[in-house]
């Protein structure tokens, strides 16, 4: 005689690391990469000009170094946005979703500054003794929504302070500059573990849908950099 399963009873969901581990469907395997690859890149393009700005530093060539400065800040004032439309597109779907993935909280031990730590333990704390496992998602994007606005938030104020040649300590604000390229990458790669694990519970009637959403955002907050180089010390 063989065993019933309880009527009723829904399927357990995946792990993290389980839906990480799947392959997706070829369509949304498609998306996924395609989604993926324009972070990568624009991510790839910023850091390399932040690398670019600390090589220039160290040769003792400040006036550019600062010019690369501006232009990482530039990029990736373009891609948080992208990435913070992005949590805010997948949260709206998501919503209409009967079930959804699993999710695990930030790990402060992942990040370096105090922004992001702070962030992730709160999202840590929240998860484990107030929300329940529907609300975790949603609390999720959020959280990785707000940590990238202010990352990329104090990125900008420090490239500005550089640029101007404010009365702060230099070497503070280069330091604060790696940190939070680093709390950057780290967002990063939770957004597309996220993206990967909705992908799987997104239906394939609501494909186009998404596809379309992606591809209109909700405009994120522009924000205006100063940037004259030509007063700053370094």
């Known amino acids: 005689m063989f065993l019933k399963r309880k009527r009723g009873t829904a399927p357990a969901r995946r792990s993290v690391t389980q839906d990480w581990i799947a392959p997706l469907p070829r369509e949304k395997n498609l998306l996924f990469d395609t989604i993926v690859r324009h972070w990568e890149s624009g991510y790839a393009m910023m ?38 439309s ?47 496992e529907r609300s975790r998602f949603f609390h999720k994007l959020r959280i990785l929504r707000d940590t990238f606005d202010r990352l990329v938030d104090e990125f900008r104020h420090s ?20 940190s ?6 780290t967002c990063l790669r939770e957004s597309e573990v996220v993206l990967k694990s909705f992908l799987h519970a997104l239906p394939n009637t609501q494909i186009a849908a998404f596809v379309e959403a992606m591809n209109n955002p909700p405009a994120p907050k522009r924000v205006r950099l100063r940037a004259s180089p030509s007063r700053a010390s370094a």
């Open 47 to 84: 850091s390399v000009a932040l690398d670019e700005a600390f090589c220039l530093r160290t040769r003792g060539n400040l006036v550019n170094a600062r010019m690369q400065v501006a232009v990482a800040a530039d990029l990736l004032f373009r891609l948080g946005g992208d990435l913070s």
């Open 159 to 178: 490239a500005d302070d550089l640029i101007e040649g404010a009365l702060v300590d230099p070497g503070i604000l280069w330091n604060s500059l790696d």
């Open 86 to 132: 992005a949590c805010e597109v997948v949260s709206n779907r998501a919503r209409f979703f009967p079930r959804l993935p699993v999710v695990e909280p930030l790990n402060t031990k992942f990040f370096r500054g105090e922004t992001a730590q702070s962030a992730a333990s709160w999202n840590g704390l929240l998860h484990h003794v107030v929300f329940g």
């Open 180 to 185: 939070l390229h680093y709390d950057f990458n």
